[in-house]
């Protein structure tokens, strides 16, 4: 017996996945923040703090692999559209209080469908590379919180996330 799909936007009406058709959606001018942190030791903060690492700048490598993965988001999630991104930020900030390094991705694009998914790949790809770049010094670096700050544009209207830290 086949499941009634109807309010699936990502099924057909026989429950086979397909891509949802944009075409008559119009083009807006698109916007999507999102956040993640690496949790790091006292090692790789102090590597960071010397600029001493021997595979090079983490963070300078990971900004661009993040730049770089929000370009790939279509080839890496299944059902998400190809985009013209028009524009990809990737801000970096040492938090040495709470020994943990936050990337924040902004994408902008002109088109049919949000850049969500691009921005929370943008960050995912900074914080893997992050990892990657210092887990000769720290293995237990933890990666937490990717998440949404913020969205503009579409008819699903404007998202802020509560500020918190």
């Not at 990502?10 to 086979?16: K, L, P, S, T, W």
């Not at 001018?29 to 690496?38: E, S, T």
Request: glycine share 8%; proline share 4%.
């Amino acid at each position: 017996m086949k499941k009634d799909n109807s309010d699936l936007t990502h099924f057909n009406h026989d429950g086979a996945p397909r891509m949802v058709d944009v075409t008559d959606k119009p083009i807006t001018a698109r916007l999507a923040v999102a956040r993640g942190f690496v949790l790091v030791g006292p090692e790789a903060m102090a590597v960071l703090e010397d600029k001493e690492n021997a595979k090079g700048d983490p963070i300078v490598t990971s900004e661009l692999a993040g730049i770089m993965g929000a370009k790939q988001t279509s080839r890496l999630i299944p059902l998400c559209h190809p985009l013209p991104i028009d524009g990809v930020d990737i801000e970096t900030h040492i938090d040495t209080q709470h020994n943990r390094i936050c990337f924040i991705a902004s994408v902008k694009t002109s088109g049919r469908t949000g850049v969500e998914m691009e921005a929370l790949i943008a960050v995912s790809i900074a914080c893997l590379t992050f990892y990657d770049m210092l887990k000769a010094v720290d293995k237990k670096m933890t990666i937490s919180s990717i998440e949404l700050l913020e969205k503009s544009g579409g008819a699903s209207g404007d998202f802020k996330r509560d500020s918190r830290q």
